[in-house]
């Protein structure tokens, strides 16, 4: 039997017959993992209640023929404390959740820019210091930017000309008027400052920003997000309908 530690943020779960559960968990040092949780739906449990999404974990697993085997789990950080209370700090936190099993691929391939991506966001998440779509939205850009699919914001995606026009997320960003694709958007220009700003983790001016640049803000960065993933996240349901209130 094959024995190995890791530890990692519990993504999500789901049932397993009678008792048992899968837990998706993404790994400082071993990447996206399956795996087994035996007996943890029992009232018995010694570790149920470790393995839910949002958990910090340090794990023992073996090494199955399809699935590991989780034989033990400690709690490092039960991020999910600050933000079950907390409605839209809790979306928020999903759709990070949801984005970091999208971008993490392959099982077993390491992540670790990611991994420290997705603990710096729920921990930041955490602390109520910003507004949660703030916090979302430069996971999401950073993220993308770690996974290879950073939007230009500062000079022309096509052309590299600093004479911005409008933002075309089939292009891979900004644009000049001479590159500019039929339906690109035109957005403010404290827009694209506020991308830019939680990109490059410039709080200062990103919490000084205005709530109608934030809302086109987070519309962009979303359609941009989903266009590279190739699928719908579908947390950010529950984010936008929170914005709309």
């Known amino acids: 039997m094959s024995l190995y530690r890791d530890d990692g943020i519990v993504l999500r779960t789901h049932k397993l017959g009678e008792a048992d559960r899968i837990v998706t968990v993404l790994t400082r040092r071993t990447g996206k993992i399956r795996g087994v949780a035996k007996g943890v739906r029992r009232t018995t449990s010694r570790f149920g209640a470790r393995l839910e ?20 789990a400690e709690t490092v950080r ?3 404390e600050a933000l079950v209370t907390d409605y839209p700090r809790y979306t928020a936190g999903s759709a990070m959740l949801e984005t970091a ?31 949660p779509r703030l916090v979302l939205d430069a996971y999401f850009l950073r993220s993308l930017a770690v996974a290879g699919y950073a939007p ?3 000079s022309c995606a096509r052309c ?20 500019r694709p039929a339906g690109a958007a035109v ?13 490059k ?22 359609a941009y997000l989903q266009w590279h993933l190739e699928h719908g996240i579908r947390s ?4 936008e309908r929170e914005l709309a209130q």
């Open 152 to 154: 230009a914001l500062e």
């Open 78 to 80: 039960p991020y999910g």
């Open 187 to 199: 957005p403010a220009g404290e827009t694209l400052a506020l991308m830019v700003a939680l990109l």
């Open 236 to 239: 950010l349901r529950h984010v």
């Open 160 to 179: 590299r000309t600093p004479a911005i026009r409008a933002f075309a997320i089939v292009a891979g960003g900004v644009v000049c008027g001479a590159c």
């Open 53 to 72: 999404p949002f958990t910090h974990v340090d794990l023992q697993l073996h090494t199955g023929r399809t699935l590991d085997v989780i034989t033990q």
């Open 201 to 222: 983790g410039d709080w200062l001016t990103a919490d000084a920003s205005e709530s109608r640049h934030r809302t086109e803000c987070s519309g962009l960065v979303a």
């Open 101 to 131: 099993d999208r971008l993490a691929l392959g099982e077993k391939e390491p992540a670790l820019r990611q991994f420290l991506l997705l603990v710096g966001g729920l921990r930041t998440l955490g602390s109520g210091e910003h507004d």
